[in-house]
């Protein structure tokens, strides 16, 4: 497998709610969160937790441009991106992959993601997290997110696969 950059036109990204898909909505989900969140239970199978090589990392460039992968650790802010979308690597300033949660991301949102991964890799289900934080700038901005755990070739829990988007507030 091959871990890269995925790109994508550069549209904005939208915030929008990550409430349980009503019926009445088209199969062309605009949600970055339900649409991730779907891909991992489709990955998943009958299994817990899907596998790594199921999760088909890079397949769908635009799906990914709002996706990341994390490789966990026991101290979480220390965990690793080592696949992120090109609207993501955009948002958050991100020169390349590798580096850590609390190297890239704000400090609050950094502290978010960390609760979040860490509650996703206890429980083993997904876990939204949404909230607001302050930019560089001293924006506000909204976000969401869903952080979902990803198990390698073995039984081990230990990457958090997911989705985010964000609204600046003007």
Known sequence: MSLHSFTISEEAATYASTAAQDEHETADERRATTRADAAWQDARG??????????????DVKDWHDRFLIRSDHHMPHAVFIACGKG????????????TLEA??????????????????????????????RDDQRREVLFRSIMMPVRAMNDDVDFIY???SHKVVN
């Not at 690597?89 to 020169?95: L, R």
Request: charged content about 15%; glycine content about 16%; overall charge negative.
């Open 46 to 59: 009958i299994a817990d937790h899907p596998a790594l090589t199921n999760l088909d990392i890079g397949g």
């Open 104 to 133: 890239i991301l704000p400090h609050e949102l950094c502290g978010r993601f960390s609760e979040g991964c860490s509650k996703s890799l206890a429980t083993g289900s997904p876990v939204p997290v949404d909230g607001s934080y």
């Open 162 to 164: 997911g989705a985010y």
């Open 88 to 99: 993501l690597q955009s948002s958050w300033q991100m020169k390349r992959l590798g580096g």
